[in-house]
């Protein structure tokens, strides 16, 4: 089961409905890169991040669930796991992979409980 995976935590302080573009996004180990797009949809909700030149000009899908706060003032969003553990995320292509239910439950499972590096417990 990795359906909370795409939930936001209670306590990362998100509130529905905010506008996350162009927030930037930061690893327990520096930044990754810029929010391009987003989503809120209940048990849905993940960002898109465009990782610039840290990988290549290419972008990741991250799942609601490893956001640990949002702060509105500084528009950045703190994220529990390493830019190494993103970077090695299965590989996200927008065009393919958005309305992929196999990719989303892929990477559900890499960041979540049977992930490569545990996970939370649901």
Not at 77 to 84: A, P
Not at 87 to 110: I, V
């Amino acid at each position: 089961m990795t359906e909370h995976v795409w939930s936001y935590q209670p306590t990362a302080g998100h509130l529905a409905g905010t506008d996350l573009t162009g927030y930037k996004v930061e690893a327990t180990d520096g930044s990754i890169g810029k929010v391009d797009k987003h989503s809120d949809e209940v048990g849905d909700a993940y960002l898109v991040v465009d990782t610039g030149v840290w990988i290549f000009g290419k972008e990741a899908l991250i799942p609601a669930s490893t956001v640990v706060k949002v702060d509105p003032e500084e528009r950045k969003i703190f994220v529990d796991r390493t830019r190494e553990q993103i970077k090695n995320a299965p590989e996200f292509h927008r065009d393919k992979h958005l309305g992929d239910a196999g990719y989303r439950e892929e990477l559900g499972t890499y960041y979540g409980t049977g992930g490569p590096f545990g996970g939370r417990p649901a």
